[in-house]
């Protein structure tokens, strides 16, 4: 068994675990692939949450854009990608959160900021 | 019978997408990665290959948790582009070559004992279509080449291992070569390079890491198959994981075979790597 992970600073790695405790979420992130889906969690996000049996932390933590929240709570990093598409959270927006940083803070550390 | 005629490694970044479908390849942030291809693209126009074999990884577009391969290969007559959560790209649907997909299941199964998940219906996203716009200029009906999806589990771990992705390239090419078909087949191996996408190392990239990587695959990929996951990630973040990829389409072209082409971009959150082989 040469490959059991150990932790990494400041990284979380998505292993099986983790992947049970974020089922249902990644669940709803999943469904997010239609424009139907998207619209009806758009119009009404506390319903749609409901739909899919989210605890009352993991609603808490969607209602807060709480991203580093929703890692830690098993939402695997692509499939929260869709609940940045529903919320207006690009990808940078979720990272620049989860260095905590403002947006411009994270861009100024890039080797090339327009390639977005 | 068939021929691995040429390999690819090369990262498939999902921004990268929208950026063809606008038409801002030369907006000088993004110049100097397209550029890098035009070469490839000329060298893949003398190749004339019938199929590409497109091994990546879904990133929820079409795989979930309930249900999650390891290795998947697509058997279809055509690839539908799917939405993975921001809408479906204006792109032709793929056409795949199901006689090529059926002998590569067989070959791969019997012979090589990889047991893959086959897949009748299968939407593609940017893992797969990345890589095929960088390489493949698509018309308003369809792409140059057919292709092939083999999809990966590299995002929820136990993975399967650096080495098993090399050997199963091997194999692929094995398979390939007793196709009794004349098919020119060139194998992508997509994904990486350094990147994290979660918690406080969001951003990181090792460049340092990037070309060794780029050095050995060329140079020693039988030691490069021996890298651990915890190595990749601790060196070059948690995502940089999906590398071991690039060791299947290694694996599928000839231990020998000759570099073509190498360049390395990273602008903004992902080394951007790109290295090609013939034979």
Redesign the interface.
Known sequence: M??L??P?????????RL?RRG?RL??M??S????EN?EAFKRDEQGYMTRFALSAEEQALIRKRDF?GL?DAGM???????IG??TGNG??KM??Q???ESYEE?LA???????? | MGRVVGGIGLSHVPSIGPVVDRGRTQEPAWKPLFDAYVPVREWLAELKPDVAIVVYNDHGADFAFDKYPTFALGVAERYAIGDEGYGTRPLPEVAGDVELSTHLAEALIYEHEFDLTLCQELAVEHGFLVPMNLCFPHGANGWPVRAIPLEVNVVQHPLPTARRCYRLGQALRAAIESYPGNSRVVVLGTGGMSHQLQGKRFGFMNEKFDQWFLDQLERDPEALAELSHQKIMEQAGAEAVELIMWLTMRGAVSPRARRVHRNYYAPMTTGMGLISFEG
């Not at chain 1, 997010?32 to 424009?35: A, D, W, Y």
């Not at chain 1, 990093?77 to 869709?82: E, Q």
């Open positions: 040469g490959q992970l150990k990494i600073a400041d990284t979380s790695i998505f292993d099986l992947s089922f990644n669940k992130c999943a997010l692939c239609t424009p998207r580093q890692i695997n990093i692509y499939f929260m990608i869709k598409s529903v990808l940078y990272g620049a989860m260095r905590g994270f550390t890039r080797n090339i900021r327009g390639a977005t």
